[in-house]
């Protein structure tokens, strides 16, 4: 069983960045997507970006042109990198694993298999 660590959330004003990082355990790392949902309060979580073992990502309409997603397989690392960050933006920020080696944009929460738990991102306007 795979084990997600998140970090790097905080509180940051409108416009500004914060990078998430997500620590993963387990030597198969490597051969696994990763994603990035988020879950405001009230809410149900929803899917932010992903990204493929090859590195192919995929965003959320929402933070399109603003959030970045990459990954650094050597330290089993994936991380995500916003900026023009805005209010409606605060969440608690999941990273999630898909051991399926299904290729595709595969989005859906039942599509990953673990998570960790949670950083909590605000932003202020």
């Known amino acids: 069983q795979v084990q997600l660590v998140e970090s790097g959330g905080g509180l940051v004003q409108a416009g500004g960045s914060l990078r998430l990082s997500c620590a993963a355990s387990?030597?198969?790392?490597?051969?696994?997507?990763m994603a990035w949902f988020r879950q405001a309060p009230g809410k149900e979580r929803e899917f932010v970006a992903r990204?493929?073992?090859?590195?192919?990502?995929y965003y959320a309409d929402s933070v399109k042109g603003r959030f970045t997603i990459s990954r650094d397989n050597a330290k089993n690392m994936v991380y995500l990198q916003m900026n023009s960050l805005k209010p409606e933006d605060t969440a608690v920020y999941y990273c999630a694993l898909d051991n399926s080696q299904i290729p595709g944009a595969r989005l859906e929460l039942s599509d990953f298999s673990s998570w960790g738990q949670g950083t909590q991102v605000t932003v202020s306007s």
């Open positions: 990204i493929s073992w090859i590195s192919v990502a």
């Open positions: 387990g030597r198969a790392f490597s051969r696994y997507a």
